[in-house]
């Protein structure tokens, strides 16, 4: 199925995005597919292509500066830290500069509309969600049912991709981030040219975890041809809000379930803090060479993706029909497959004592026993996560900064286990609190 992912690529629809039903959100990169879907994925791959990880790197490490100094009070006080706001403020920050070249104070307005917004998204009302996952797209349109989550929320991002969209179109300035690649090649009606100036240039194609190609130039059957890359304006500010949204959540979700579990083992804390140590130069930092080479530190990144597996189940629909292998089965065109990853990831036949949090599973010297397609927090083939790069970039430099800074600590206000959000699709913390002990610079 992988080999011949392009026959895979079309998504089910995800009953919150639901295609058709809403007249932006269903133009996210996640929700849409087709021709659509390739020449959108190959406008917005190149933002995180290696090239533009590498600039993204310092404007990275200069949003920590601001987590750190939110975290000094509860280091100071020894006041338990909820972590899931802490880092949720620090990724909703990553997303605006990184992607939109603005700022957003997630911090210091205490009550940030970024957040408050992006939060709406991920609590639906339980009663607007099973309607969207039951009802056909034609009765929820009668219906005015746009979407689960609340109008004002969608528009508050759709808003402020708007006004900073108008800003630049003013200005002269160079940004080379999400925003400037896509208007780029945004496609006006009347505009000259129209379209497709800014594609990949020079960019090599992402590769996502298990080694497959996953630009969306390469999704195509062998007759097949790839489609001009331009984006419109609706798809532009849909996937603004999947990545204010998403981006923010499943980033700050990883920080927290990693908190959490290196406060319940404090061995493997204080092997990352080693290993940190070791990587920082002489100005205290972290190169960007260097923490690509950090195994410990991507050992626990990927312990902690594969026991708290965010998307607990990824959905394909085959374009035609499809024979598995020899096992007699057929996929018949229009039937979907579901990969239920939460399981897989638990699975005592691929990771024995599956339940406990052990890192060693992703050293070097142990990666033999690991069997391919059975790691897949970012899903596989062509419609794997567009920001696996970036969101692991970030995930592991906001990791080893703030274990060299503080050792995390269980404290009698920490939910254990860890108090989740109820949901159907994600695997998410409602909070995540814990003490943080200040350790000598
Ligand atoms: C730890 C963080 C993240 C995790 C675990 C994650 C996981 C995933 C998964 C499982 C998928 C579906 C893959 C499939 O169906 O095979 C996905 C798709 C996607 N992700 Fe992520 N993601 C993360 C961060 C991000 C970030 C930071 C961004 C952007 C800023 C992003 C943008 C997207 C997009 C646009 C898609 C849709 C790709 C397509 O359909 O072509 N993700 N992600």
Redesign the pocket.
Known sequence: MVKDSHIFSF?VTDPILKAGAHPILGK???ASNGQE?RRA?SV?SPTFSSSRMKSMYAKVRDCLNELFESMEPYGKNGTPAELKTIYGNLTMDV?ATC?FGTKVNSYRNGNSPFIHNANMVFNPNPIRLLMQMMLPTGLLKAMRLKHVIPESANEFFFEMTRTIMRERKRQDMKYNDFLELAMNSEYNEGKDGGYGSANSSGDDEAKDVNGNVNT?KSAYGKTETAPDPYITNEEILA?AW??FT??YE??AT?LSFASYELSRKPEIQERLHDEVRASLDANGEIEYDQLGKMNYLDAVVSET?RLHT??IR?GRMASQDYKLGDTGIVVEKGQTVEIPVYAVHHSEEFYPNAPAFEPERFMPENSHKLIPYTFL?????H??????R??LMV?KLALAHVVQRYRFVITDKTDIPVLLKSSVLNHTPERVILGLEPRAL
Not at 377 to 381: D, I, L, Q, R
Not at 383 to 388: A, L, M, Q
Request: glycine share 14%; charged share 10%.
């Open positions: 998504k996210t990169l996640v879907w994925r917005i997303i992607a969306g996937n999947d990545f998403t981006g499943s980033m990883t993706l965010i998307s990824l927090p970012f899903g596989t083939g419609r794997s996560c567009v920001g696996t970036f969101a995930v």
